[in-house]
Structures are given as structure tokens and as C-alpha cells.
């Protein structure tokens, strides 16, 4: 079994080819097509494929320079793959993914796929950390689609800079992962053109929501003090129009954990779709990790 690196071309070719395989590859598809058009393209990673051009199999993954940027951890995979047996066959290839670090599978479709994941983590690291069901739906908003509301009075449409990072991370449940720091320091960083949208009470941010390292949409948070005003519908369709005018993103779309019926909400109420399939993510740690922490 190769593991091939694709160049630019190759991944062009790659990335037609996965138009094919809608909606399920469309995580994949938007981050290669953020990596070609460098708008938004996502430092220090690289993508492999069992074959070319009669690929089964793409990953990707940090590619190990000093340019990686944490996706919130340190070593973040996304996959898609036209089979779970090819997927299984690439995944016992040695030089596919780094099984000495804690591995981060990223919003793995809850298909076959996942479950050939969960089996080869459980396989190589007898404790996957956070090993609970995460389930969560996937949501588009397309801007002919959906709707927004007046932005109530004494409050501004603004974004989010560098001096948010703390605030946003301490926010948010995952932010105590290594890495987080780092990723939100970049998309936060405006020069790197990743779009957010915010909701400010005079200098104070009361709502946010922001593009991240794998085209979706998240993070997002109205402050408690703030609910029930629609804010989040607000900086919803205020970040959707920003993703399609800016990266002239197909579509946009955000996970929602299920139970999250606030959320879900909003994403139903201004005209979101919901996708026919579950995401889930998976953390495989090595063994020595999981004694250090106590585990
Ligand atoms: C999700 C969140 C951003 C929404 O904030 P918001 O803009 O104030 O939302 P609103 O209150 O305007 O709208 C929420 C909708 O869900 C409904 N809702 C809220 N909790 C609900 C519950 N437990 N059961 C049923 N409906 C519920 C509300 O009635 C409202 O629907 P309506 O407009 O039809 O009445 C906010 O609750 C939040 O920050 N939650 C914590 C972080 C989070 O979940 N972020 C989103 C991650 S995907």
C-alpha cells in the first residue's frame, strides 16, 4: 500500500473528482479548496491518498513543518474515504497517520467509516479519550435560503480580533485542549482572513461565531445576559455572507451537537438545511499519555 503526497495537481484532480461524493465530502472538498486558492488555506498541512489518480482514501494531516498550525490539537486528521474497506486497508499502512501522538479525528461521519476509525484507534490505544458519543448534526446555510432580523437597538455588528482570543477560548467547552490557543490565535488574527462575526454591547462581545481550519462554521456563543434576543441567527447570517462573498464558499455549514435544541433552532428558524448524516470526533492517545494523566 503507498501513501502518496499530492501535489497541487493532484489534488485538483482529487478535489473534482470528490464533487461526485456530495454532501458526505463536502468537509474534505472545502478544506482542499481553501488550500489551492490559498484563501483561508490552512498552514502545515498536506494531503495523502492511498492511489492515484484511482484514489479510495484522502486524509488530511499536519504535515510536520514549523508552519503547522494546531486544528485544535496538535495532530488533526480529517478523512474521507469512498469505502470503509479502503479506508481500513490505508489506515494498517505504516506513514499514514502518527499513532505516537494523540490523534484527533476530526468530525468522522458516523457511517461505516467511523466505525472502522474507532475500531483501528481501540486497536493501536486500548483508551480513546472523550470516548463518549458526541453525536452532532450538520447544518448548511445557503444565503438565497435563509433569513436574519433587525439588529435590536444599542448593540453593533462588529468582529472579533487577537485581543478576543482568552475570551473566546475560556468560553468555550474544548478550549482546555492543547492547541486551542494557538488555532484561535490564528483565525482570530485578521491578516489571515478568516471571517467572524460578532454582536458588541458598547466594547463588550455578547455573540460570536467563527470560520475555522476545516470551512466550518464555530464556536459560536451568545453571553447568557444576551439570550433570547436572536442574536445568533444575527451573526449566522452575518458570517455566511462574509464565507460566500469573500471565499466564495459553496456552502456554509456548522456542526450542532444533538441535544443542543437551542442551536438546532436557530439553525431551522432562519431557513438552515439539515444533512442526512451524524459527526462525531475521536481523540487516540497513546498509552504513555494516558498514565501520565492518570488515566
Ligand atoms: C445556542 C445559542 C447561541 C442561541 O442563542 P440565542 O441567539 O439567544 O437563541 P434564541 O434564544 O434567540 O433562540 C433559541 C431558540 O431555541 C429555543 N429553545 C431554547 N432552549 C430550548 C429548549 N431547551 N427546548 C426547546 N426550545 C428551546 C428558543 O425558544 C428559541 O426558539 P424560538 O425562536 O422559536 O422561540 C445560545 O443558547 C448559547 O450560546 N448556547 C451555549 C453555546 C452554544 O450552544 N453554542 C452553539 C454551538 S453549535
Redesign the pocket.
Known amino acids: 500500500m503507498s501513501v502518496i503526497v499530492l501535489d497541487q495537481t493532484q489534488l485538483s484532480v482529487v478535489l473534482a473528482d470528490l464533487s461526485s461524493y456530495r454532501p458526505r465530502s463536502m468537509m474534505m472538498e472545502q478544506m482542499i479548496s481553501n488550500t489551492l486558492s490559498e484563501r483561508c488555506a490552512w498552514p502545515g498541512i498536506e494531503y495523502v491518498v492511498d492511489n492515484f489518480p484511482g484514489w479510495s482514501v484522502c486524509i488530511c494531516r499536519p504535515d510536520g513543518s514549523p508552519a503547522s498550525v494546531s486544528r485544535c490539537t496538535d495532530y488533526t486528521v480529517s478523512v474521507f474515504s469512498k469505502t470503509p474497506e479502503a479506508l481500513e486497508r490505508f489506515l494498517d499502512a505504516p506513514g499514514v497517520v502518527r499513532w505516537d501522538r494523540p490523534v484527533d479525528f476530526f468530525a468522522m461521519q458516523k457511517t461505516d467509516e467511523y466505525d472502522v476509525i474507532r475500531r483501528k484507534c481501540l486497536a493501536i490505544n486500548p483508551v480513546l479519550q472523550y470516548d463518549k458519543p458526541a453525536n452532532s448534526d450538520v447544518y448548511i446555510l445557503e444565503l438565497d435560503k435563509i433569513s436574519t432580523i433587525p439588529l435590536p437597538a444599542g448593540l453593533r455588528l462588529g468582529e472579533l480580533g487577537p485581543q478576543h482570543e482568552q475570551y473566546v477560548r475560556t468560553k468555550w467547552p474544548w478550549g482546555f485542549k492543547t492547541g486551542v490557543k494557538q488555532f484561535l490565535e490564528y483565525v482570530l488574527e485578521p491578516s489571515n482572513g478568516f471571517p467572524n462575526s460578532a454582536i458588541f454591547d458598547r466594547d463588550r462581545p455578547v ?1 460570536h461565531i467563527l470560520y475555522t481550519a476545516d470551512g466550518s462554521i ?1 464556536l ?3 453571553d ?1 445576559d ?8 444575527i451573526v449566522l447570517y452575518d458570517i455566511t455572507k462574509k464565507i460566500l462573498n469573500v471565499i466564495r464558499q459553496r456552502v456554509v455549514y ?4 444533538a441535544g ?4 438546532a ?2 439553525f431551522e ?1 432562519m431557513g438552515g438545511t439539515k444533512l442526512p448524516f451524524l459527526v462525531d470526533w475521536l481523540t487516540s492517545s497513546p498509552a504513555v499519555i494516558h498514565s501520565e494523566q492518570g488515566q
Open positions: 455573540a464555530g459560536g456563543l451568545v447568557p444576551y439570550r433570547g434576543k436572536g442574536l445568533y441567527q456548522g456542526y450542532v451537537f443542543n435544541v437551542a442551536s433552532r436557530c428558524r
